[in-house]
Structure formats: C-alpha cells, structure tokens
C-alpha cells in the first residue's frame, strides 16, 4: 500500500468487466490485486505522468536505440507482456497483476482499448510494456525488462507514438526513481483529472 492513495475495495467477485474498467479509467481510478485475493481501487493524489514533450532520452539510452539492439512491435504479444510484468524479479518478489487482472485486460485488448509496446530479440520476448488508451490518453500500467534497457527502448517507443498520434496524457500512476529520471512529474488529482477530461475528447486512437 503506497502512501498518498485512496484505496476502494470491489466486493462484486473481483469481476472487472470492460464496461467497469473504462469506466473507473475516465474517472482517474485504477485497480491493483492485493495479497487477500481482493482487487482495490487507486485514486493516488498525488498522481505522476510524463509530459510528453518532456521525456529524457539520456545518452546511453540513445545510443542503444541508435544501435537497433532491439526490435519493437506493437499488440504482437499482449498477454505474454502482462505475464512477464507479473513475474517475480529481484526488487519485486510480489505482484499486484493477478490472473484476474490479466483475464481483464486481456478482454480489454481485444477490444482495442489495451495495448502492448514489446522489445524483442529474435524470437526472444526480452522487454516491453502495457497500458489502456482512452481518446489521447494513455494509462501506463507495467513493463519489464529482461534485457538491459528492454523496457525503456519500448517506452521511449511509446513516448514518440503517443506524439505522433496527438495523445495529450501519459499517466504513470506512481512515482518511482526510475521514472523521474525518465522525466516524470507528480501533479494534484485535481489537476490530474482536468488533463485527462480534456485527454478523453481528443479525436485520436492508438
């Protein structure tokens, strides 16, 4: 439980239809599985997104995409991508990615409302990313590396499609070191939801 977050707990069978999660996205809540089997409702305050004309590429970073170590794709293995965020990692022995929440969301891509950013080498899924896109707003959920560099290859993809496609939002959720480096920023939930009602009306998909 992180400090700051408003917490609802669901108490219909943890069910999360795609009319319930579009839903609670439009409104700035998102759920996370807990260890009580429980799915909960995160309204955090404050929020973090990365601007996106403020994303840092450091040096390094531009060199590896520079070099092609990786090759992106988009929604070619979205299930396979929430698996590997909800495997354990050094850091990150628990998960908040149930199977639950990947039957969810899984329904949710074949709807074209869920989608994956994945670096891969060869045959090799290595890196990669997923979220919820709603008009011009992107909700970044989890991503993961395996390879050096996977993981913010596939954001920094993200980031410039998101440019390109006239997305105004990528929401984070919460701050990490990780991400502020990468340029995220932390705004009030007031401010937050006022961005992402305008994000909604923009006339783009992903």
Not at 148 to 172: C, I, M, P, Q, Y
Request: hydrophobic residues 45%.
């Amino acid at each position: 439980m992180r400090a700051g977050a408003f917490i609802f707990i669901l108490v219909v069978d943890n069910f999360l239809s795609p009319q319930i999660l579009l839903s609670a996205y439009c409104q700035g809540v998102f759920p996370m599985a807990h260890e009580d089997g429980r799915i909960y409702w995160y309204d955090p305050d404050p929020r973090a997104i990365i601007p996106l004309d403020r994303f840092h590429v450091s040096r390094s970073l531009r060199r590896t995409i520079r070099q092609q170590q990786f090759d992106i794709r988009v929604d070619s293995a979205f299930t396979a991508v929430m698996e590997a965020c909800a495997a354990p990692a050094p850091g990150r022995e628990e998960t908040w990615i149930s199977d639950e929440i990947v039957e969810a969301y899984t329904r949710l891509h074949q709807l074209g409302f869920a989608h994956s950013v994945e670096a891969w080498q060869g045959k090799k899924l290595v890196g990669g990313l997923y979220g919820v896109a709603i008009g011009g707003f992107f909700a970044g959920e989890s991503m993961f590396s395996i390879e050096r560099d996977g993981s913010k290859v596939s954001l920094a993809f993200l980031v410039g499609h998101l440019n390109e496609r006239g997305f105004s939002l990528l929401d984070t959720q919460f701050m990490t070191d990780h991400l502020q480096r990468l340029g995220a920023i932390e705004i009030s939930a007031a401010e937050y939801k006022l961005r992402l009602s305008r994000a909604l009306l923009l006339p783009t998909t992903f």
